[in-house]
């Protein structure tokens, strides 16, 4: 009669070893599997930060960031002219922010281009394509087909009335006047107003 009751004993606390063996195994996977979340977003998702100016083929002029409202009517080194671009390292993601005023720019629904203070929204999310003819168009990553373009008058236009082949979405990246910074990865193009084509920055010859 004393069998029974010693092998039920010995069975159960097989069964209790095991039962911890397993939780412990389970947690161990689940905290392995939070550090590499964490490695991977601290260690993949980096971003590159870069200062520069984007020209407005229709405008002439740059985009500036006032705040809420945002506009192609910037002089060469106006304090408002100057963006942050923040870019992921893996793509060409950005987000622009206005140096001075802080404020992304961003397209809501309704295709409007606006600021906003907070730039973590997908909204404020922009993908760059490089066009043949040495311009960039930034096209909405949320809203697909819309784009960041601005009239002759220097206005936003709706991302809904917009497509890559009009001059109102083409931008150039320029260094601030007198600020080029030999660098940078990507090369900076400089425009005229009398013709607004784009030539190449030559090196400044080195004197002895």
Known sequence: ???????????????L????QLQESHQSSADFRFYIKNQTRDDVSRKQVRIYQLYSRTTGKHVQILGKKINANGDDGGKYALLVVETETFGSHIRIKGKESGYYICMNKNGKIIGKPNGDNQEC?????????????????????????????????????????????????RHPKGKADPLEEFRFTTVTKRTRRARRLKPNPKTN
């Open 125 to 173: 999310v922009f993908v760059e394509e490089f066009l043949e003819n040495n311009y960039t168009a930034l096209v909405s990553a949320k809203y697909k087909g819309w784009y960041l373009g601005f009239n002759r008058k220097g206005r936003p236009k709706k991302g809904s009335k917009t497509t890559q082949t009009q001059q109102e979405v083409h931008f150039m990246k």
């Open 1 to 15: 009669m004393s069998v029974l009751p010693s092998r039920f004993i010995y069975v159960c606390l097989h069964f």
């Open 17 to 20: 070893v095991l039962y911890f």
